[in-house]
């Protein structure tokens, strides 16, 4: 009999939760901060590959990879052994006041895959939401512009000035007062939402008439604006990619106007997309790329990586305390040889795929909108009516919470979009598990209304 984390696909063996998860709810209802979200009440123990078994022996297939972190899978051996070893030899003295051999190594490495001739740069953190932050005050110590543009339904953090950028759902700013001054928000390009009917390849154009006719015009000149900030493919927003083409007119627009261009890939990054960032499928070359999340396979490290001639920020302009930590950038390094080797290409191949096996479900389910994504990165907005494309939050949540019954974590993103976003290693097999499941769940939910 295999062990529960030799197996591919779940095994449930209780009733959800079970007996210690209870005990665990519990004690988090008592002693934890109530600003935590989950979804469902899994408790987790521990993980190999695409599985995560919980503290009373049930495991589940992970498509939610820790909001797109396990980009390796959980506990990957090199990616353990990596730690192991860097753990037993320094843990901590500090990036910002001494040096590691490990960190230009990895600087060296993440910067080859930016797309762009020039040479660059590269500041490591903890976390996306510091990278934001970083990547605000790089772009106006740059530029000597105060200004910045984001996008609704964007998600770039939660500290000040990253909530500042983000514009995905009140709750997230509600409560905490003035926030950020300079900063402006316009609507991203939704293909499946878009109020002008355009296709997926051409939704965008009037929003760019918007920024130069309107914005720049009425509100910040250009020559104010130090930077204008996207995700490729909007990741809380509801995993909606932007078109190539209005990727590659923002950044005309950003040259044209000495505008920093922002590219925020803490979430679509690391080979999420079948390819090192969601922005090269655009063909566009950012001034500035944040990401984080599936850089270090679960350990807490991000990056800001920008051009060098715009890396030029004085000692003590910017600093750290913990990122680029000595154990975390052994992760990252074990990360990128295995997304190097081998995830990126699988990410593109199980994307393919999973995409085929999706391609009628708006012709199948009536509370299906639409699918969408690319590689490992997929939408699936759910509706109450396709002719409508009423939103159904309800139908939703419903969905993710069958779909943990059933054994397949997911979450959901946006007001109404289930993500999936599984670890890059997941098989043929795992997929169609995958398919199956929340084919059931749709069944189960359509009877219901």
Known sequence: MPTTLEVKTPRLVTALPGPNAKRVLEQDAKFMSPSYTRDYPLVAKRGHGAIVEDVDGNSFLDFAAGIAVCSTGHCHPKVVAAIQKQAAELIHMSGTDFYYESMPQLAERLGRTVPGAENKKVFFTNSGTEAIEGAIKLARYFTKRDKLIAFYGCFHGRSMGALSLTASKST????????????????????????????????????????????????????????????????????????KFFLQELQRICRQHGIMFIVDEVQSGMGRTGKWWACEHAGIEP???????GIASG??????????????????????????????IAAALATMDLIESEYSENARRMGDYLFGRMADWTKNFKIVGDVRGRGLMIGIEIVRDQRTKEKAAELRNAIVDLAFHKGLLVLGAGENTIRLSPPLLIDQEQADFAVRTLEDCFYEVEKKI
């Open 299 to 328: 350990m807490p490290l991000g990056a800001i990586i920008a051009r060098e001639s715009v890396m030029r920020w004085k000692p003590g302009a910017h600093g750290t305390t913990f990122g680029g930590n000595p154990v975390c």
């Open 172 to 243: 997230q700013r509600k409560g905490f007062g003035a926030l950020l001054s300079g900063i402006e928000h316009i609507p991203f390009p939704y293909a499946y939402r878009c109020a002008h009917g355009h296709t997926a390849e051409t939704c965008g154009a009037e929003i760019l008439e918007q920024l130069e006719g309107q914005i720049f015009k009425r509100l910040f000149d250009p020559e104010d604006v130090a930077g204008i900030i996207i995700e490729p493919i909007q990741g809380e927003g509801g995993y909606v990619p932007a078109p």
């Open 287 to 293: 001034d500035i790329l944040c990401c984080a999340k």
